[in-house]
């Protein structure tokens, strides 16, 4: 059980990373549109974290108003949180979907900002993209980090009035999105909807006081959260 635990905290964590490396390497396959859209973001990254205007504690608030506007620009969090949440969808209130999306969108964006300072210094390189469909593609990239095996981190990105937008980041087979959908269908069906929304909100208030653990960390696994999270 610890075992599977490892594995899934060690793909969460990268998936985090993968946007917000400090360095960026050369693309050794032809770039297409999503990987246009994609690059840029990733450099927005690099230079944020590597400005000494923005570096230190008294510039935390500076820096990451910063980086949440880089993750706003890129990622389609209301089709992201949509999927997370599932089939338990169709059964919310026009005000609980909103709520949901606002608290999701809180939720990944204060995950990965917070994995992004903690993991600095990794290096992306962009290898390719693999269309899936009419304005579907997946762009392939791998983290080469300083020791062990480069690890490869593939964006599903889809086409929305002529934007590409991520929707899932899925790393060595684990979709990030799949992981959160097991995670809030156990809790929902273990306690109730109403008993996600509070957890969501206490973890929220966790990473913007800075008292949350760093990253996803152990409560983000399927299984844990209906134990270990607030």
């Given at each position: ?6 594995v899934?905290?060690?793909s969460i964590?990268v ?7 400090l ?7 032809p770039?297409g549109?999503?990987?246009?859209i ?13 400005d ?8 935390t ?27 338990h969808?169709q059964?919310?209130t026009d ?5 949901f999306v ?19 210094g ?5 290898v ?6 009419e304005g579907?593609t ?10 062990g095996?480069?690890?490869p981190i ?5 086409q929305?009035?002529?934007h590409w937008?991520?929707?899932d980041?899925?790393v ?19 306690t109730?909807?109403?008993?996600l ?8 208030a ?6 949350g653990p760093?990253a ?11 134990g270990?999270?607030?």
């Open positions: 059980m610890h075992h599977y635990r490892d899934k905290l060690r964590v998936s985090v990373i993968a946007l917000g490396v360095a960026t390497a050369p693309t050794r396959a770039a549109g999503a990987t246009e994609l690059r840029p973001a990733v450099d927005r990254v690099v230079h944020i974290l590597a000494p205007a923005l570096t230190g504690a008294a510039h608030l500076e820096r990451r108003r910063a980086l949440r506007a880089v993750m706003e620009d890129v990622i389609d969090f209301p089709d992201a949180a949509q999927r997370a949440l599932g089939v969808w059964g919310r005000a609980e979907r909103d709520e606002t608290l999701f969108k809180e939720l990944v964006t204060y995950s990965y900002i917070v994995t992004m300072e903690a993991y600095a990794q290096t992306v390189v962009f390719g993209e693999k269309v899936e469909g579907v997946t762009v392939q990239t791998k983290i080469q980090s300083r020791q095996a480069p690890v593939d964006y599903r990105m889809h929305r009035a002529e937008l991520v929707y980041v899925v060595e087979g684990v979709s990030l999105v799949g992981n959160y959908r097991n995670q809030f269908n156990s809790i929902i069906r273990t109730s909807y109403a008993e929304i509070h957890r969501m909100r206490a973890r929220v966790e990473l913007k006081g800075g008292t760093v996803f960390g152990h409560r983000f696994l399927p299984g844990a959260l209906a270990g999270f607030p």
